[in-house]
């Protein structure tokens, strides 16, 4: 079956780059998806690449795709404390019911100012 | 245009209750789903729809039931609230297939069952 892995917790400087890491075993993902969630909040999607692309680069957001080793990285520039939240890495396959994610335990990143 | 609206947000059951979440998104999108999420587990799915008058089971489903008699509406459902069913229940849709990166998620609701 599918699943995916993630460290549970990433601790930084305000300032500093943070960089989150995923990795996953099902090789037919069509899309892999960063997701940000706030403190009692719901899931907000941050970014997503294809997977026939390698890097994808989004203001202070560079996802990083390793499809050999099925290693999905999350580079986050000049860290914020707004940034604190648990990111979620997900990968996604597209069958007969749409686009179905399967979820990371997510990382929890704790910004210090 | 509300996107995914979760009601209630909070409830709390005792063991043997039943209650229903409702999801609704006005986006007119094809398919919803209902995931829950536990610490350290991410978000597994419950139950899904294709559509109109569809249901499906997902990972997660014993113990739930879903019914989707509106497009704009999916209801899970537990008959007989249990504590290990404590978690957030997140409710998302998307549009259909050939347009379906991104799933749209509800603020969730937090059950506990005690």
């Known amino acids: 079956g599918e699943d995916v892995e993630q460290s549970l917790f990433l601790s930084v400087r305000e300032g500093d780059s943070s960089v989150i890491n995923c990795t996953y075993t099902?090789?037919?993902?069509?899309?892999l998806y960063w997701y940000k969630q706030e403190p009692g909040a719901g899931l907000q999607l941050l970014t997503y690449?294809?997977?026939?692309?390698d890097m994808k680069q989004d203001q202070r957001l560079t996802v990083l795709l390793n499809k050999k080793d099925k290693h999905l990285s999350l580079r986050i520039a000049d860290t914020q404390t707004g940034d604190s939240a648990i990111y979620f890495c997900a990968e996604s396959r597209h069958n007969n019911a749409g686009n179905m994610l399967t979820f990371g335990g997510g990382t929890r990143l704790m910004v210090k100012p | 245009n509300a996107g995914v609206t979760q009601t209630p947000k909070f409830r709390v059951l005792k063991t043997g209750q039943s209650m229903t979440l409702l999801c609704a998104q006005d986006?007119?999108?094809?398919?919803m789903y209902w995931y829950r999420q536990d610490p350290g587990m991410g978000l597994r799915l419950i139950h899904y729809?294709?559509?109109?008058?569809?249901?499906a089971k997902g990972e997660v489903p014993d113990g739930y039931n879903v019914s989707r008699l509106k497009k704009q509406n999916f209801l899970l459902g537990l008959e007989s609230a249990a504590p290990s069913q404590t978690s957030v229940y997140f409710c998302?849709?998307?549009?259909?297939?050939?347009?379906?990166?991104?799933?749209?998620f509800g603020p969730g609701t937090r059950l506990t069952v005690t």
């Open positions: 986006m007119n999108h094809e398919y």
């Open positions: 690449i294809f997977s026939n692309m």
């Open positions: 099902d090789s037919s993902s069509t899309y």
């Open positions: 998302a849709s998307i549009q259909n297939r050939e347009n379906s990166y991104e799933q749209y």
């Open positions: 729809s294709v559509g109109e008058g569809t249901t």
